[in-house]
């Protein structure tokens, strides 16, 4: 193989080889971010299917053998092939960048985690074509749905799952073990930025909750094809037992899609305020304290299955208490802003749009929180509301916020400033059109999951279709935008941003493929 | 603001046609519980609204004065423990404020003792199964609307896909325990206006309660994905007073004799394939479809199955017993025997399938009482 | 290129991650393939030739990659830098192997707590009862709530023969790993090799052991993976702890043949604790399955 010595001070590979073969964090990173791209778009067109259809009652369009499948491709899509690969490419760019390490620890480990990507989503996309169709079960998958009536294509789903976890897992411990072992020299934990912590805290959430979902599957596996009862009564197993082990995964995994996210607003905000961070230590510890309880706070997705009060009570208890350190970094943002001297480049507007919608989810979630309440709540809609508020305008809304933040660093030219703010406000309208009126017909009881509804939905649902078609394609104008900017934006300058601290400032623009190859020096006030 | 503007959006596009009042919040109900529930509901949001008002608030009062533009010169501040403290301690004590009633209510909800009528419903796909316990009463409740609306080839009724063909009968003031099980998958029965919402859980009995103030017809739906028609499995309660439900009860009980008793008639042919063409309609079609040719990899086609063409015996031993681990009913504990022999007859004599065979009820009596 | 004790190796441009991810795709895509075309009653010549190829290529490419990594290191390429961050790696990876164990231990308890005593008639939702009358509930469970469909145990395993062998097998081989351990580091080779050796030995002992369990299981006491969650959790657990003992037996063989070569000093040997750690591991994990699985 090509391990020769000379590592450093050299560029990029020539040939489209050098994308399947690098162990360049930058590269990877790229890899990453594209790959997820495509991804929202392929997840999009689902959700474009399933608007459509959702458009007008009755059943218009697709069978609603079809519309599971739309529903659950689009979840399982959006989570594992969009959100989390677009933070872990983030992370690729950026961690070594902001700690001043030349690269990341474990380089071909990192190529490895990236390209075990495509072949299990290829894998996951193959089963649309299959006799009997993909996954028509959720994206969460509830036994016995999954198990006993499943289709045969959720052979091939469960090992798409596996090849995902496998991925996140060495993905997560190349980022821990990055930011605990490669760190400038002088640089402490406490001098980390908050990116960094954020993701080395999410990386820890990873590596404890995929082998508890690669468990949960292969239990399924084990009762589809091998006659074992873990899901089945008649064999002494529990359906619940399901939901218990897979939401102990999913509860943590939605805080794995949303602590990056705090972490590049936890960025932008200062820059843009031209102010320190307010509350540096407190924002770790809260940071920390929502991970350590993401753990106990699982059955709050399953008020209605019908566990024993105590249960209720308990998990009702511990899901309203994670409103507090959450409430915590809300502050602090806002403190932030306050006597800043703010402008609002477009990095800065999906930030601010960031803390205002997320905390309008994160107050819908703390609403489903009231375990009373959520008998009401519960697979409605209002809950697809929540969710989408703390997913597109919380986490893609961080994503593109950091991508626009980064952009000018990493490929050294300037996106038009224009188009971007044009970019940022046909999305903040879209995304609301899109997803508040779901609240009302959530509330007034229309179920999730459904290809139809009663009549007395009807015009609400309209208005979502609406504008989840502009929401969505606007985001054809953010491709547009990256790639004019990449092949033909202006020269960006070395610091872009006039409020911009850190190291990764510190490197020329465009960042060279190679960096810090000998440490920068830290520390010394 | 936002909800006036959604309103008056809404109104625009509103095509003249489909209009029925709009709805954007939960109802209220009818119980106690889900009375209070709603209560629970409106105290939580004004309180998340003030919250969302001050922290909003601060925010865009900074972002209009402390920007660059109007001059403003940044500090440099950057932490204060004693502030920190603080917005760390009022949610705490805001969220104990809310759990205090949350946890009342949901008390309330749990105590299914001392109840007057208990009723065991089971989730099947896709419709509801109600046994009155000690009534020695039974049956199915299954989507009335018919495909026509569905597929928009008429126009819909204001109850379109909430309708059922044997709504669930209950007495106002009475406590009634419900008791959720299902026969396949996981399905949740669920009434808003009752403010009950609970899984069942195949294999396993969860519990509830209800006591209604106030006569009517209330709608719900099934809540939990149950696979491919789970937007057709809709809950109808009629909600009647206590003589009323006297009545019905003895009405029922008197046509589960009738019925009982045609398993001994003569049915001629023609009979047993109109009305076997109804409850194929009914029980079937959402499987095997209309024309009998089924769904590939699912659910397989009864045209020209060698089944249907084959011995009457093997036709009959399916329909009764059914495949349950390959999602195929048993429809000997659903249907009747003079059903199950119209249907089989039916599926032997319709589309290509011309076996010139007929199933009397009597055979099917026989195979049933085997078991 | 000398490289100065500070730089921080970084390989260039690799093939072994895009071989491993064909190699990945091939062995789970193949048996994916494989399980779905035996459901529809038919084994996939494509799937056997999928999976056989797959296994091959991600085999050569743990051969490969490692080989590499033996190469670079003995070249002095790593500096301790280097060697922390495999350590840091090695001991999460390990930790992402205890959450896998966690959560079938936590199925475990969640049945033998909750589930099965529900279905008996006890506890806040013993109605369920009331769908399996005949059903009592007892751990171990020999008789599942439907037994048309998954048939009685005749008897459990006695925790006190077999398992309480392999219980004293695993824990000695632990020890005598650290005996080996200890002479690694004073440079006492032959001694290494017949540490290590014995380690193996046990190991290997140990898997023949289960394997004649399982066998007898099967043949005898007709506890099978069909019989009810019983056999479901007790093949599910001593399954994958077996898989990884055996795991751990190939990655200690390949630490013999590596001291047989020579490889190692007293100082630099994180391949040989890696790999203790992970028999150590193990270790545990067999003890909580002892107490838990077989005699609790
Ligand atoms: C990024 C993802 C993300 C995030 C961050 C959250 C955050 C939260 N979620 Fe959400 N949730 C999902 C993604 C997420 N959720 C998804 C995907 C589902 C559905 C899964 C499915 O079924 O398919 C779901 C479902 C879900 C349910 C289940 C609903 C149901 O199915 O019936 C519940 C119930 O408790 C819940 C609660 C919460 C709470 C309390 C928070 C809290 O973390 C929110 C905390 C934030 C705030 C509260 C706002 C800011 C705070 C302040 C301004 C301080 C002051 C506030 C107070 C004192 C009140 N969520
Ligand atoms: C991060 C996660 C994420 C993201 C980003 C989204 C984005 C969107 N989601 Fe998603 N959604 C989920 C996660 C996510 N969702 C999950 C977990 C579920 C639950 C699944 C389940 O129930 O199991 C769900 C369910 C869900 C439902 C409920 C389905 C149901 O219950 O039946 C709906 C309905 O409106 C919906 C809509 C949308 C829309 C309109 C967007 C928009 O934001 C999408 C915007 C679109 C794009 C960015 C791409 C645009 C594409 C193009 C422009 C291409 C043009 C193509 C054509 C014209 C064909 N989603
Ligand atoms: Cu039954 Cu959904
Ligand atoms: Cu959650």
């Known amino acids: 193989m090509s391990e020769h010595m000379d590592t450093a001070h050299h560029g990029p590979a020539k040939g489209w080889t050098r994308w399947i073969l690098t162990t360049n964090h930058k590269d990877i990173g790229t890899l990453y971010l594209v790959f997820s791209l495509i991804m929202l778009f392929v997840g999009g067109s689902m959700a474009f299917v399933i608007r459509a259809e959702l458009f007008q009652p009755g059943l218009q369009l697709v069978v609603p053998e079809f519309f599971n499948q739309m529903t659950t491709m689009h979840g399982l899509i959006m989570v594992f092939g969009a959100v989390m690969p677009a933070f872990v490419g983030l992370a690729n760019w950026q961690v070594p960048l902001m700690i001043g390490a030349p690269d990341m620890a474990l380089p071909r480990l990192n190529n490895w985690s990236f390209w075990i990507l495509p072949f299990a989503f290829a894998m996951l996309l193959s089963t649309l074509f299959m006799a009997g169709g993909a996954p028509d079960f959720g994206w969460t998958f509830y036994a016995p749905l999954s198990t006993t009536y499943a289709p045969p294509s959720v052979t091939f789903f469960i090992f798409a799952i596996h090849m995902m976890g496998i991925s996140s897992i060495m993905g997560a411990i190349n980022i821990i073990v990055t930011i605990f072992n490669m760190r400038a020299p002088g640089m402490k934990m406490m001098d980390l930025p908050l990116f960094v912590w954020t993701w080395l805290i999410t990386a820890f959430l990873l590596i404890a909750v995929m082998p508890v979902l690669a468990a949960v599957v292969t239990m399924m596996l084990m009762d589809v094809h091998f006659g074992t009862s873990f899901f089945n009564a008649a064999g002494g197993g529990d359906p619940v037992l399901f939901q218990h082990v897979f939401w102990f995964f999913a509860h943590p995994e939605v805080y794995i899609m949303v602590l990056p996210a705090f972490g590049v607003v936890s960025q932008i905000v200062p820059t843009f305020s031209r102010k320190p961070l307010f509350g540096y230590h407190s924002m770790v510890y809260a940071t920390a304290a929502i991970a350590v309880m993401s753990f106990i706070v699982w059955a709050h997705h399953m008020f209605t299955v019908g566990m024993p009060l105590t249960g209720e009570l308990f998990f009702m208890y511990t899901t309203m208490l994670i409103a507090v350190p959450t409430g915590v970094k809300v502050f602090n943002w806002v403190s932030t802003m306050f006597k800043g001297s703010m402008t609002f480049e477009t990095p800065m507007l999906f930030a601010i749009a960031f803390i205002v919608l997320f905390t309008i989810g994160g107050l819908s979630g703390l609403m489903l929180a009231i375990a009373p309440a959520d008998f009401q709540y519960h697979d409605t809609y209002f809950v697809v509301a929540h969710f989408h508020y703390v997913l597109v305008p919380g986490s893609v809304f961080g994503i593109i916020a950091g991508v626009y933040y980064w952009l000018p660093k990493w490929c050294g030219k300037m996106y038009n400033e224009k188009l971007g703010q044009l970019h940022f406000w046909l999305s903040f309208i879209g995304v609301n059109l899109t997803f508040f009126p779901m609240h009302f017909v959530g509330l007034a009881g229309m179920p999730r999951r459904i290809p139809d509804y009663a009549l007395q939905f009807a015009d609400f649902n309209m208005i979502t279709s609406l504008g989840a078609f502009l929401f969505g394609t606007t985001q054809l104008l953010f491709v547009y935008i990256i790639i004019k900017t990449v092949r033909s934006g202006k020269a960006a300058e070395q610091l872009p941003w006039d409020g911009a601290k850190g190291l990764e400032w510190s490197v020329p623009t465009p960042a060279p493929y190679h960096t810090f190859s000998t440490p920068p020096v830290v520390g010394e006030k | 603001m936002r909800q006036l503007l959604q309103l008056i959006c809404s109104a625009l596009v509103l095509s003249p046609g489909t209009s029925v009042a709009l709805e954007f919040n939960m109802p209220a109900g009818v119980t106690q519980t889900s009375q209070s529930i709603y209560g629970l509901h409106m105290t939580i949001f004004y309180i998340c609204l003030v919250i969302a008002i001050v922290v909003f608030g601060v925010m865009f009062w900074s972002i209009f004065h402390h920007r660059k533009s109007k001059g403003a010169k940044a500090s440099q501040f950057h932490g204060s423990v004693l502030v920190e403290i603080i917005w760390t301690i009022i949610p705490i004590v805001i969220l104990v404020a809310m759990a205090v009633p949350a946890t009342k209510t949901l008390v309330d909800m749990y105590d299914t003792s001392e109840s007057d009528i208990d009723i065991q419903v089971t989730g099947h796909q896709w419709k509801w199964h109600y046994k009155y316990i000690g009534e020695d009463l039974g049956f199915f409740s299954i989507l009335a609307t018919s495909k026509e609306e569905i597929e928009n080839r008429k126009k819909k009724n204001p109850n379109y896909l909430l309708e059922v063909d044997n709504p669930l009968v209950v007495p106002i003031n009475k406590k009634i325990r419900f008791l959720f099980t299902s026969n396949d998958v996981i399905h949740a029965w669920w009434v808003p206006d009752l403010a009950i919402k609970k899984d069942a859980v195949p294999g396993f009995i969860n519990e509830s309660w209800t006591r209604i103030d106030k006569p009517g017809t209330y709608r719900g739906q099934c809540a939990e994905l149950c696979g491919m028609h789970h937007a057709f499995m809709p809950i109808e309660v009629k909600a009647v007073s206590e003589d009323d439900y006297a009545l019905w009860l003895d009405e029922q009980k008197a046509l589960k004799q009738a019925e009982a008793a045609s398993t001994e008639l003569e049915w001629s042919q023609e009979q047993l394939m109109t009305a076997g063409a109804k409850i194929y309609e009914k029980n079937c079609a959402v499987c095997h479809q209309a024309d009998g040719s089924g769904i590939p990899q699912a659910f397989p086609a009864l045209n020209g199955s060698p089944i249907a063409l084959g011995p009457k015996a093997d036709h009959m031993a399916i329909v009764i017993q059914g495949r349950l681990e390959k999602g195929m009913p048993a429809f000997g504990e659903q249907l009747s025997a003079v059903d199950i022999a119209a249907v089989i007859t039916y599926e032997r004599n319709s589309w290509d399938n011309k076996t010139g065979d007929k199933v009397t009820p009597a055979e099917v009596q026989a195979v049933m009482e085997k078991q | ?296």
């Open chain 3, 1 to 296: 290129m000398v490289q100065s004790p500070q730089a921080y190796y970084v390989p260039a441009q690799s093939y072994w991650p895009i071989i491993g991810a064909i190699g990945l795709f091939g062995t789970l895509g193949g048996t994916a393939l494989l399980l779905y075309s035996l459901q529809q009653e038919q084994a996939s010549l494509l799937a056997q030739i999928m999976l056989f190829s797959g296994i091959l290529i991600l085999a050569g490419m743990l051969i490969g990659w490692f080989a590499a990594v033996i190469a670079e290191s003995r070249k002095g390429l790593y500096s301790p830098q280097l060697d922390l961050s495999f350590r840091y790696s090695m001991s999460w990876f390990i930790f992402s192997e205890v959450m896998f164990f966690f959560a079938f231990f936590g199925a475990l308890f969640y049945i033998r707590v909750f589930a099965v005593p529900w279905l008996g008639g006890e506890g806040d939702k013993g109605l369920a009862n009331m769908l399996w009358p005949d059903f009592t509930a007892v751990w171990p469970l020999l008789e599942a709530p439907n037994t048309d469909q998954f048939r009685p145990i005749k008897a459990i395993i006695d925790p006190w023969h077999i398992p309480l062998l392999n219980t004293i097998l695993l824990v000695a081989s632990s020890f005598t790993l650290l005996a080996a351990h200890k002479f690694l580091k004073k440079g006492n080779r032959p001694k290494v090799k017949l540490w290590l050796g014995i380690t193996i030995a046990l190991g290997l002992s140990f898997l023949t052991l289960q394997i004649f369990e399982y066998f007898e299981a099967y043949n005898e006491l007709n506890l099978t993976l069909e019989s009810g969650i019983y056999g479901a959790t007790f093949f599910l657990l001593t399954g994958f702890h077996g898989a990884h003992v055996t795991i751990g037996s190939i990655i200690l063989m390949v630490l013999l043949l590596r001291v047989y070569q020579g490889h190692f000093t007293g100082e630099k040997h994180f391949a040989f604790e890696a790999g203790a750690w992970y028999w150590h591991f193990v270790d545990v994990v067999w003890i909580l399955l002892f107490t838990t699985v077989y005699i609790l």
